[in-house]
Every structure is written in structure tokens, then in C-alpha cells.
């Protein structure tokens, strides 16, 4: 059974990892992989703020059918056992299919429905309000508005997310604006009780956020998937608030964060997405293989995501041994 609203906004702090979904060699979804990867961090979540994110970006559900993301969803609500909270991500680039899933997350018990802004054709303000709008009013659980312009070509500005957080269900943001301006008015103008706000670009910007009054109350994280603890120290350091700590935490994640962009400079970008906003998806490909190279599962990207060559991969190996990670 899903958490009331108020206990989900409670609970919404802390590291949420968002997982990768692990395929086999020859490209199928790994269930079993999925089960040990969600009870790795289901173990490490004992007495911690941690939130387990699913079917999102690095889980590759845009790569993934329906059934398949529905499978990935059911697969990691059963392994969490409610010792944790589960959210989902559920967006489509339309409202019908997008309902179809937040209702499917709510019918197997996920927490919270993670909806990405609709991505092919980017609405106008109001075309957006109703969308979300609609998306809340068919189901009865939390809804995270997932705020990304690399993904979606539109980006939602402070007032139109201080009215969605108007809406009883839509409980928070994963925001991923990279905008010192919009993170600042969203902290002075979101009424801490109708919309938490969690930082969608990691580490980084959620220390950065931390000075518009800690109004932001986490993080999602890549890393955490396979090294957890080297973002928690992250989280405890602002809970603690203490920035010196925290930026020394941070700078213990820098040798990854190097690597990822030396390998996504080696390959050119085509995206006419400005670069402020725009991603570098070689955090996937690095994230899988260290997924493996620690002992869990990864696997494959599904195309059309490009996989670390055997070299790269030999590299990254080199600086988990550096970081102390493996």
C-alpha cells in the first residue's frame, strides 16, 4: 500500500539514486540483476534518508516498452517491502499513455509518480498546466514534477510551479533547472507545505541550492547507485550544514565526474540543445560499467546510447581503485 501524501512529503529528503536497469548480454531485461542492485540499496538505507527512484532516465525506460517498465516498476516496489520509499518515473509524451502508467505505479503501490515534462511537442504554459493537472487528478498518489529542458525542449519557470504546487497531489519537483535564479525564487515563493523540492542534477547543485534557506531537501543521484556512501556524506554535510565538509566530500567524487566528461568530449554531440542545459549521457554508459565493475549488475545500454569501449572501461577501473570504491 502507497504512503499518505503527507507521510510521502515527510519522507522525500535525503539521496534518491535513480537506478539503471540492468539488461543481460543479449539485451533482455536482467529481473534477477534489478532485485540484487534495489536490495544493495535497500540495505544501505538502514537508519539513512534514502528515497529508491525507478523507471527514470538512467533506467532507460524510454528504451523500454510499456510492459517492460511496467515489470521494472512491480520488480522493485516487491524487493523494497515498503522499507523504503519507491518513486517511479511514469511519464510518456502524452497524457493518455502517462495516465495509464501513474495509475498502473499507484495499483502496485509505488509512493510517488515521477512525471517528466512531455517531450516531443513542448506545450504552451497553460498546455502544461493541464497536462499535470490532468496526470494528478486520475490517480490518489504523490506526483513529482520532473522539470528537465534537455529531455523535453521546455523548462518550467517559479510561477508555473507555484501553481502546480497548488494541486493537493502534486507533492514536489525533481528540478533539474541549472539557473541560480529560478532555484532561488522557486525556495522564496513554494510554500514548504504544498511542494518539496529535491535538487535533479546531483551533488553539485544541491550544495549550491542549500543556500536559498536548505529549502531543497535532496538529491538524485547516479553515483549513489554503486557507491552510496560518497553521496551521503555529501547529504550529511549540508544536513549538518557545514559547507567546508561538504565540499570536501564533494571533491572526493571529482576524479568520476573528470572521466565522464573526458569521455563525453571524445564524442561528438549533435544536440542543438544549449549547453547550459543540455547533458552529457556518458554518465550511463560510465554508471553501468561500474555498476559491474563492483559487483552488481549493469549491463548493456539499450541503443541509442552508446556503451563504453573495453579501454574506457579499463580506465574507469582505474579511477574506482583511486577513489577507493572498489
Not at 7 to 28: A, D, H, M, N, W
Request: net charge negative.
Amino acid at each position: 500500500m502507497s504512503m499518505s501524501l503527507n507521510e510521502v512529503k515527510s519522507r522525500l529528503k535525503g539521496v534518491i539514486p535513480v537506478q539503471f536497469c540492468p539488461y543481460t548480454k543479449e539485451g533482455e531485461l536482467d529481473i534477477e540483476g534489478l532485485k540484487e542492485n534495489t536490495k544493495f540499496l535497500v540495505d544501505f538505507a538502514r537508519d539513512k534518508d534514502i528515497v529508491v527512484m525507478t523507471n527514470g532516465s538512467c533506467t532507460e525506460f524510454y528504451a523500454n516498452s510499456l510492459e517492460e517498465q511496467k515489470k521494472v516498476i512491480k520488480t522493485v516496489v516487491d524487493t523494497v517491502a515498503g522499507k523504503v520509499p519507491v518513486v517511479a518515473g511514469v511519464g510518456q509524451a502524452g497524457a493518455i499513455e502517462t495516465i495509464e502508467m501513474a495509475k498502473y505505479a499507484e495499483e502496485v503501490g509505488v509512493d510517488c509518480a515521477v512525471v517528466v515534462l512531455p517531450y516531443y511537442h513542448a506545450p504552451t504554459k497553460e498546455g502544461m498546466y493541464r497536462y499535470f493537472k490532468a496526470v494528478a487528478e486520475a490517480v490518489n498518489i504523490g506526483i513529482i514534477v520532473y522539470n528537465y529542458a534537455a529531455v523535453s525542449g521546455a523548462l518550467i519557470p517559479p510561477d508555473l510551479m507555484r501553481r502546480l504546487s497548488k494541486i493537493d497531489n502534486i507533492v514536489a519537483t525533481k528540478d533539474n533547472a541549472t539557473s541560480v535564479t529560478d532555484y532561488a525564487f522557486k525556495a522564496l515563493t513554494i510554500d514548504p507545505e504544498d511542494m518539496v523540492l529535491i535538487a535533479g542534477l546531483g551533488e553539485v547543485h544541491y550544495i549550491g541550492a542549500a543556500a536559498y534557506g536548505f529549502r531543497y531537501k535532496g538529491f538524485v543521484s547516479v553515483i549513489a547507485n554503486f557507491a552510496p556512501s560518497l553521496s551521503y556524506a555529501v547529504y550529511q554535510a549540508v544536513e549538518e550544514e557545514n559547507f567546508k565538509k561538504a565540499y570536501e566530500a564533494l571533491k572526493k567524487q571529482l576524479p568520476l565526474w573528470k572521466l565522464i566528461a573526458e569521455f563525453g568530449s571524445k564524442r561528438e554531440s549533435i544536440s542543438i540543445i544549449p549547453e547550459g542545459l543540455r547533458a552529457n549521457y556518458m554518465y550511463m554508459g560510465v554508471g553501468k560499467a561500474a555498476m559491474e565493475l563492483v559487483g552488481l549488475n549493469g549491463g548493456p545500454l539499450r541503443l541509442p546510447m552508446e556503451d563504453l569501449t573495453n579501454e574506457e572501461k579499463k580506465e574507469l577501473e582505474e579511477v574506482l581503485k583511486g577513489m577507493g570504491i572498489i
